[in-house]
């Protein structure tokens, strides 16, 4: 056995004993490269059945309210700073919803998302918003939100509402985040993710790479999260949309991605690391292997802006692994 693969079984076999990796131990991870990535993605592999058995988590999203955003993030179509061609429309009806929600339900999905642009809803949108939530739980589907940044009153409005995870990414790490958004803060973001869990709600958060991040900013980001207790991590990469700030930028190697998500693995054993936005653009021939490298969720189904995956797809490369949904 080689040094740097003995190095992946020793830092393995100290998270299978309840150890959590230091950073050095993860920016040791990231210089891994060449025949040896996969050997990392083998161990992260063996996490994954470790901490969260042989079952993968589905979810959909809908998008809610789109476009017209005053956030100036750098990746986002739906930002009015952008010039990007998206759709722009309020909050969608009740009878909408409840028809996207019903479909997703009879695709296998676990959770439906509720997923609005902007900076946060208003205190009217808040309440309608409510109201879909009890549409969705009358699906059978655990309801969730993504609705900007939230204060603890309004976060307990929607639990009260039957709401039982929020979704809210950090996008990148406190470092990095200033040169994709200056509108609002990385603080900010800890803020609302603070809120979400003081409320009771589950938390779902993580973020976006092909940004131009270092490996260093992708540790970090991974150990604010831990610091969080987020339930759900969202993998997502950088789908370059023309007339964004960051339309320019290259997709990222497939080999990169996957290592991402086994660096998750490692850094975050016992959550759910669900792969997201942009899993089919970037990985391409070698999406199959997201589950190899350690996920364990993902997104099926259309995102915000961008074509996604058809479940039934995504059910049948489940079943091919020999894997259960949830």
Same mark, same amino acid.
Request: aromatic share 8%.
């Given at each position: 056995?080689?040094?740097?693969?003995?190095?992946?079984?020793?830092?393995?076999?100290?998270?299978?004993?309840?150890?959590?990796?230091?950073?050095?131990?993860?920016?040791?991870?990231?210089?891994?490269?060449?025949?040896d990535? &996969? /050997?990392? =993605?083998?161990?992260?592999?063996?996490?994954?059945?470790?901490?969260?058995?042989?079952t993968?988590g589905?979810?959909?999203?809908? /998008?809610?309210?789109? %476009?017209?955003?005053?956030?100036?993030?750098?990746?986002?179509?739906?930002?009015?700073?952008?010039?990007?061609s998206?759709?722009?429309?309020?909050?969608?009806?009740?009878?909408?919803?409840?028809?996207?929600?019903t479909?997703?339900?009879?695709?296998?999905?676990?959770? =439906?998302?509720?997923?609005?642009?902007?900076?946060?809803?208003?205190?009217?949108?808040?309440?309608?918003?409510?109201?879909?939530?009890?549409?969705?739980?009358?699906?059978?589907?655990?309801?969730?939100?993504?609705? %900007?940044?939230?204060?603890?009153?309004?976060?307990?409005?929607?639990?009260?509402?039957?709401?039982?995870?929020?979704h809210? /990414?950090?996008?990148?790490?406190?470092?990095?985040?200033?040169?994709?958004?200056?509108?609002?803060? =990385?603080?900010?973001?800890?803020?609302?993710?603070?809120?979400?869990r003081?409320?009771?709600?589950?938390?779902?958060?993580?973020?976006?790479?092909? *940004?131009?991040?270092?490996?260093?900013?992708?540790?970090?980001m991974?150990?604010?999260?831990?610091?969080?207790?987020?339930?759900?991590?969202?993998? /997502?990469?950088?789908?370059?949309?023309?007339?964004?700030?960051?339309?320019?930028?290259?997709?990222?190697?497939?080999?990169?991605?996957?290592?991402?998500?086994?660096?998750?693995?490692?850094?975050?054993?016992?959550?759910?690391?669900?792969?997201?936005?942009?899993?089919?653009?970037?990985?391409?021939? &070698?999406?199959?292997?997201?589950?190899?490298? %350690?996920?364990?969720? *993902?997104?099926?189904?259309?995102?915000?802006?961008?074509?996604?995956?058809?479940?039934?797809?995504?059910?049948?490369?489940?079943?091919?692994?020999?894997l259960?949904?949830?």
């Amino acid at each position: 056995m080689g040094a740097v693969q003995e190095a992946i079984r020793q830092h393995e076999k100290k998270i299978l004993g309840g150890v959590p990796i230091s950073r050095e131990d993860a920016l040791l991870i990231a210089e891994i490269s060449g025949p040896d990535i &996969f /050997n990392l =993605f083998a161990s992260a592999n063996r996490i994954r059945q470790h901490f969260r058995d042989n079952t993968v988590g589905l979810c959909s999203i809908i /998008n809610a309210k789109s %476009g017209a955003c005053p956030e100036d993030c750098s990746f986002c179509a739906q930002s009015s700073k952008n010039r990007a061609s998206t759709k722009i429309y309020p909050l969608i009806k009740k009878k909408v919803l409840f028809e996207k929600a019903t479909s997703a339900a009879k695709s296998g999905v676990k959770r =439906f998302s509720v997923v609005t642009s902007g900076r946060k809803v208003s205190r009217g949108e808040l309440l309608e918003i409510a109201g879909l939530i009890a549409a969705v739980r009358e699906t059978g589907l655990l309801p969730c939100a993504s609705l %900007g940044l939230l204060n603890a009153e309004e976060l307990s409005i929607l639990k009260q509402a039957g709401l039982e995870r929020y979704h809210h /990414n950090l996008e990148a790490s406190e470092g990095f985040f200033p040169r994709i958004c200056t509108t609002h803060t =990385f603080a900010d973001k800890i803020e609302t993710a603070k809120a979400v869990r003081a409320s009771g709600l589950s938390l779902c958060s993580g973020g976006i790479f092909g *940004m131009g991040e270092t490996w260093q900013d992708r540790i970090d980001m991974a150990f604010s999260l831990r610091e969080l207790d987020a339930d759900s991590v969202p993998i /997502n990469f950088l789908i370059p949309i023309k007339g964004t700030a960051l339309g320019h930028r290259e997709y990222l190697h497939p080999f990169e991605a996957l290592k991402i998500i086994s660096l998750f693995r490692f850094i975050l054993s016992g959550k759910e690391i669900r792969v997201c936005g942009g899993r089919t653009q970037v990985l391409g021939e &070698f999406h199959s292997m997201v589950f190899l490298a %350690g996920a364990d969720g *993902m997104i099926t189904g259309d995102y915000l802006t961008t074509m996604g995956r058809n479940p039934e797809d995504d059910l049948r490369l489940i079943r091919t692994y020999g894997l259960k949904v949830l």
